[in-house]
């Protein structure tokens, strides 16, 4: 399976997996809090192959990784639908909760600079798009852009890790993601030096 039929399949699967918390756990606050949780996980599963694509291939070069990188755009989309999931879910917490809903602006211009940064990705993913942004300005935007997505990540596990050794492992997996890119750009690097030096 490669292309779109990826994104189809993951957003299937994530869309799912929100019904299904629903149904399970109900639309009061505690179902809506599962309901984020679940919707956070699901969004870095599906991150964790996009960030690591490259340095992945680099670092070992087999068919699972020649997969990843080739579907990397469409992994990206289907981590954009998933997160948005994950965005809906807070949103029907904020509702909910009210005034009640306890919140700081940090979190809130991070978040929100981060989801505009996710979405602007997504757009911006097609061929046509883009082409209209330019090369320069695309690598900018997706650059930053999953590194703050890295950030948003490892900031939520870590703030959670005292409370279960699920959000320890998912902390520790967040740490781990730049250095397994670092590993890949020094493979990179090295190879690319080999020419040179014989």
Excluded: C
Excluded at 61 to 85: D, E
Excluded at 163 to 191: D, E, H, Q
Aim: charged fraction near 15%; proline fraction near 3%.
């Amino acid at each position: 399976m490669n292309g779109w039929r990826v994104f189809g399949l993951l957003s299937v699967v994530a869309t799912a997996a929100f019904v299904a918390t629903i149904s399970a756990f109900g639309t009061e606050e505690a179902g809506i809090r599962a309901l984020v949780r679940t919707t956070a996980r699901i969004s870095f599963a599906i991150f964790v192959p996009v960030y690591l694509a490259s340095p992945l291939r680099r670092l070992w070069p087999n068919a699972a990784t020649r997969w990843v990188l080739r579907n990397r755009r469409y992994l990206g989309v289907s981590f954009a639908w998933a997160h948005g999931l994950h965005l809906l879910a807070i949103g029907m917490l904020v509702v909910l909760q009210g005034d009640a809903f306890e919140s700081n602006l940090a979190t809130i211009v991070f978040g929100g600079i981060t989801y505009v940064l996710m979405f602007g990705m997504a757009a911006t993913s097609f061929d046509r798009s883009a082409r209209w942004l330019g090369p320069k300005r695309w690598y900018l935007l997706h650059r930053s852009g999953i590194h703050m997505i890295w950030l948003l990540f490892t900031i939520l596990w870590t703030s959670l890790a005292a409370n279960s050794t699920l959000y320890l492992a998912l902390t520790v997996t967040s740490f781990g993601l730049p250095l397994v890119r670092i590993a890949g750009n020094r493979k990179r690097r090295s190879t690319a030096a080999r020419p040179a030096e014989s």
